[in-house]
């Protein structure tokens, strides 16, 4: 009893908030001066941020114990999962491939191709409950999701913890809001590109990244008119923006799905959103449905100019042809964008990975 009440108070402790609490301590974010704060409805506090850690790697929001969130999104491979789609409890086979959590809290959109998809809270509902396809598999079963989190004497603390003006319950709101926390606190802006462009470290790319940069931003390749900015997306809000952009494009990937299918409209089946292309190099295989196991066979495929055009692709992807040297230049870039960092902050790890921490 000893122990246990000594792991209470620590949970308590960590995250910064006692029950009943009027002023809880909100998260640090750590970000770099040059990034925009995001445009959230509401301050994170630590408290919501810790419990959603929890939550988002516990087998146990799944029918067999099989499945977390981090299932699907790797914290080593920046909230990505290397490969292509990832079937089901029931084995269901996935249809999309898993997007990366990072940075989050600037996307005003969510998903491939919904563009309705646009709060975390509510996004947390498809993977647990979703019937096509099954992923978690807990349709119908949410009060036996809340019971086994009441009976692990760690949660009880943490919710009230994080929810004191809900009492500390533990309910589809509640849950559904700290795993929203804990995904729009996954955020980094340390790449060696970052240094190199915004921190004044001249040497933190190489010479062969440079020249891959300014193939980049030409118009030879008009790589960044869907992935410009802070975030080289064009999916992008935040304070200082009146309204949020949102970018669906049809890169000749498919020829069907995308945000067609939710809109109606057929002039925008193939269309998908445009992800960032931050941490690509943790984030194999590419592409809505992860077809392209290589940044080298994206390369190509853009070379080509898309693999299934239709009357709607895309008029940025007019083809182009790249010398060895420049294709090794551009990945050189690409590679540049990745923050390292985020694969192993333990703020995000997985906190069963101690043994004394498992259910």
Known sequence: MIRLAALLVAALFLCGSWP????????EWRLPAWVPPPALERPLSTA???LGRWLFHDTRLSRDGSMSCATCHEQARAFTVNRATVPGVDGSPGIKNPMSLVNLAWAPVLTWANPAQTSLESQALIP???????????SGREAEIFARLAADPRYPPMFMAAFPERDGAISLETLTRALAAFQRAIAGFDSPYDRYRWGGQRNAISASARRGERLFFGERLECYHCHGGFLFSDNVMHRNLIAPEMGFHDTGVARQGGIGEHTGNAAQLGSFRTPSLRNIALTAPYMHDGSMATLDEVLSHYERGGRQRGPYTSPLLAGFRLTPQERRDLIAFLESLTDRTISSDARFSNPFMNKEARP
Do not use: I
């Open 128 to 138: 647990l409950f979703s019937d096509h396809p099954v992923e978690m598999g807990m």
């Open 20 to 27: 009943g609490t009027a002023t809880p301590r909100l998260w």
């Open 48 to 50: 919501e941020v810790e």
